[in-house]
């Protein structure tokens, strides 16, 4: 229990301190280009967080598929 702990932690403190992402397709960094640099930064902040809503879903119903199975 305490290994999956560090664990998590290690992956949660790489998570947070990873550079800055660039998520954005061909046709969004054309927009943001045009937007300027604010809004362009905010555009990126979104469709990252559009992005890791379902990934944290799909974890989570993951995570708990794999205790189940690991309790039978």
Known sequence: MNKNRIIAGL???LILNSHPLN???SICTKTA????EGPAKALN?????LAFTPLAIMGYIGWRWWKN???L
């Open 69 to 71: 199975e690991k309790e």
């Open 11 to 13: 992956i949660l403190l």
């Open 45 to 49: 902040s979104a469709i990252l967080y």
């Open 33 to 36: 280009s045009q937007l300027g």
């Open 23 to 25: 998520a954005q397709c």
